[in-house]
């Protein structure tokens, strides 16, 4: 399983369009082949900062998600809207254990 994360920080200005945009990425990319899970959470020490949690089958689902043009859309408006650069971290992960 691929886990992918992320931040975008809003201005105050563009925070209202940043979340709209980000909820539409969110629930357009769960109907995607390979997505397990994807969800965007407002940050409780910094209201202005938006947090994404994805869960992606593998590699190639990602790299697929991450070739849907409106993917590539998404990151490009985000860029004019965000107060600073955006983060995206991916890792390798398996379940070792469900509590």
């Given amino acids: 399983m691929i886990v992918v994360t992320g931040s975008v920080t809003a201005r105050p200005e563009t925070f209202d369009e940043v979340r709209r945009l980000s909820l539409e990425h969110v629930h357009r990319s769960r109907t995607e082949p390979g997505c397990i899970?994807?969800?965007?959470?407002i940050d409780c020490e910094n209201p202005l900062r938006l947090v994404f949690f994805e869960q992606w089958a593998d590699k190639a689902a990602l790299a697929a998600h991450f070739r849907v043009p409106a993917s590539g859309e998404f990151v490009y408006a985000l860029r004019s809207l965000a107060a600073a650069p955006t983060t995206i971290d991916l890792y390798e992960a398996s379940r070792i254990e469900k509590l």
Avoid: I, L, N
């Fill in 37 to 41: 899970s994807h969800a965007v959470h």
